[in-house]
């Protein structure tokens, strides 16, 4: 993977703008350990930052291709799955080929399809290309936005970037936040609204998005997007198709010129995901897999069952890796590492984000970085196939409100009153909701039942998911790892999602219609096992930890929070018995120690970032 920026100017040679480009390329250094390149032309301004994964010696970017008495430069982060079947249709074309990265694959690609080589992909990218001859841009991102891409229009200049904080290194872009950006913040986060980039005059181009730059301005279209389509497969049909489809993707997945591992956790999709790994490793002859836990000191000590996490992670990996005969690497942190990480985290995600959640996943990453640099994932299979809680309880789902986000009444008063008087904290969670559920693709005959199903599917896919996708790429890109994520191949989501409720439920299960095409697959227990999500800390020193930090922001009277906050009210829940709360205010982990990492992480990024409100 990589790290992509670069910007146009109309009214100014960019020849004298390296120094720009540069700064603007550094920032994303960790995205890409391996090289830095750099392309300027009068009116265009390309960078890069790469990761190493596929014919590292020949990979070098921007890649410039000329055709014709055309001149086409690309800066690419992702893989394409189907680069091999790609190439071999585009030689037939007559196309010829210097390299073998995917890189050389998806520029020819554009050269001979321009945008409707979209269609053609399957992978995981962001990236921009530029034509010389007709002086456009051309940027596009992956279906479900497994890869971030952010834009700008600032200043008469269109800017990009691969994280925001490549656009904010360009002087015509500040650091500044509106209400819009604050209501993201304290209400929506660490989720975002799909587009939203909260600070001022910066973008994110939506997955399945693609955008033209030229003179005559900026244009969007949507170019991929869920449809709803009657399903007429038995259970059983269904079962052997996403098994199908599962075990292709994965296979794709595992193709590297680099070490690749898995992150296990012994849960029904990471243990998948690991079983088919191993099998297509035997069947290769590339030897043992390598999987990688994350636990925490003193967690067997204090871990409590609760509906959000039934069980342990830890004697399940113990079962997985003694069962597939995997080399497994157990990592564990202690809470003073977990602390010290949200301001790591901060800065890895522009924004203030999901606490020790982030935090341990960063650190989890930078140990597996030492032995990798490239992981297989499940994240979204819950997105997928209904998995959460919340798909299965009914003061959810008609709740009328993000699932994940019950809380935002507890939110809102949080907030100072001129704060709340300007963002309208509860008005504007109610008006994104309602956004959300307004684009939900409906399939006409459905029942009222079905059709509250297919929302909340929607929501999940195109709301939730996304926050995990972000967290997982800027955590692990942060520190030069690769992540790759199965469950998000676009032809399993989209199979999935009409699959009927009836049927995802089989057995009368979260998840049912996966666990039946896991059979003899996975061991049965494992198969059975009821969904825990990603672990966190229940080490009550943590909670300790995160109050005295928020206490330290409070007692501050420079501190930038200070003034959006009712400190009144924080300093009475800070005391209150209501702290060490496992009922969640956002997600299934995020509950009292994460709301106070939380508000430390929002008074960090205002000050890391120099944030100006207006």
């Known amino acids: 993977m990589c790290g992509i920026t670069g910007w146009i100017d109309w009214t100014h040679d960019l020849t004298h703008q390296s120094e720009s480009l540069e700064k603007m390329t550094e920032t994303l250094a960790p995205r890409g350990p391996d090289a830095s390149g750099a392309w300027i032309t009068k009116h265009c301004a390309l960078g890069h930052r790469r990761l190493s994964v596929i014919d590292p010696e020949n990979g070098a970017q921007p890649m410039v291709r000329i055709s014709g008495d055309d001149t086409y430069v690309i800066v690419y982060n992702g893989e394409l799955y189907n ?11 007559g196309r010829r080929f210097t390299t073998n990265c995917d890189t050389e694959v998806l520029l020819v690609a554009y050269i001979e399809w321009g945008m409707d080589c979209l269609d053609r992909f399957n992978g995981i990218f962001a990236f921009a290309i530029w034509d010389n001859k007709d ?9 479900l936005g497994v890869k971030p891409l952010f834009y700008s229009r600032a200043n008469q200049l269109f800017l990009f970037g691969s994280e925001p904080k490549a656009i904010l290194a360009h002087p015509a872009c500040p650091p500044e936040v509106g209400a819009e950006g604050l209501a993201e913040v304290f209400m929506m986060g660490p989720a975002r609204t799909p587009g939203h980039g909260v600070y001022r005059h910066l973008s994110e181009l939506r997955p399945g998005q693609c955008l033209i730059a030229d003179r005559s301005g900026v244009r969007i279209r949507t170019y991929w997007q869920l449809e709803s389509k009657p399903h007429t497969e038995s259970i059983e049909e269904t079962a052997a198709q996403v098994k ?3 075990q292709d993707t994965v296979e794709r997945q595992l193709i590297s010129d680099v070490p690749i591992c898995t992150l296990l956790s012994g849960g029904l999709d990471s243990s998948a995901l690991t079983t088919l790994a191993v099998h297509y490793y035997e069947q290769t002859g590339q030897g043992s897999v390598h ?5 925490y000191v003193d967690n067997d000590k204090h871990f409590k069952a609760n509906a959000f996490q039934p069980n342990s992670d830890a004697p399940w990996i113990t079962r997985m890796t003694s069962h597939l005969g995997t080399i497994h690497h157990p990592v564990q942190f202690d809470t003073p590492e977990l602390a010290d990480a949200l301001d790591a985290a901060v800065a890895a995600r522009d924004l203030p984000g999901m ?5 341990s996943l960063y650190l989890f990453c930078r140990e597996i970085k030492k032995g990798a640099t490239v992981a297989l994932s499940g994240e979204a299979a819950d997105e997928i196939f209904g998995g959460y809680p919340w798909f299965h309880r009914e003061e959810a789902l008609n709740a009328g409100t993000f699932p994940w986000a019950l809380a935002s009444k507890m939110r809102a008063e949080l907030l100072s009153p001129d704060l709340a ?3 309208k904290p509860l008005d504007y969670i109610g008006d994104r909701y309602s956004d959300a559920v307004a684009e939900v693709p409906r399939l006409k005959g459905e029942t009222e039942e079905e ?8 929501l999940n896919i195109t709301r939730f998911m996304p926050t995990l996708l972000d967290r997982k790429d800027r955590m692990s890109m942060a520190v030069g790892l690769e992540v790759r994520v199965p469950f998000c191949d676009h032809r399993l989501v989209e199979y999935v999602w009409n699959i009927p409720w009836e049927i995802k439920t089989a057995g009368d299960r979260e998840k049912g219609i996966l666990r039946r095409a896991l059979r003899g697959v996975l ?4 198969l059975t096992r009821k969904k825990s999500p990603y672990p966190k800390t229940h080490n009550p020193n943590y909670l300790a930890a995160v109050r005295q930090r928020l206490l330290e922001v409070l007692d501050d009277p420079s501190s930038p929070l200070l003034p959006l906050v009712n400190v009144k009210k924080i300093r009475e829940l800070i005391h209150s018995a209501d702290a060490s709360s496992n009922l969640p205010w956002f997600g299934q982990l995020m509950s009292g120690p994460q709301l106070f990492a939380y508000l430390t992480q929002v008074n960090t990024w205002l000050k890391m970032y120099k944030v100006t409100i207006r």
């Open 83 to 93: 680069a091999l079947e790609l190439r071999r249709e585009l030689e037939n074309r």
């Open 135 to 143: 002086e456009r841009l051309f940027l596009a991102r992956d279906r």
């Open 244 to 246: 199908f489809l599962l």
């Open 291 to 295: 999987t990688y836990s994350v636990d």
């Open 355 to 359: 606490a020790d959640v982030d935090g």
């Open 421 to 423: 008087a300007w963002i």
């Open 451 to 458: 059709n509250k199903m297919r929302t909340m599917s929607y």
């Open 523 to 526: 061991p049965d227990d494992v």
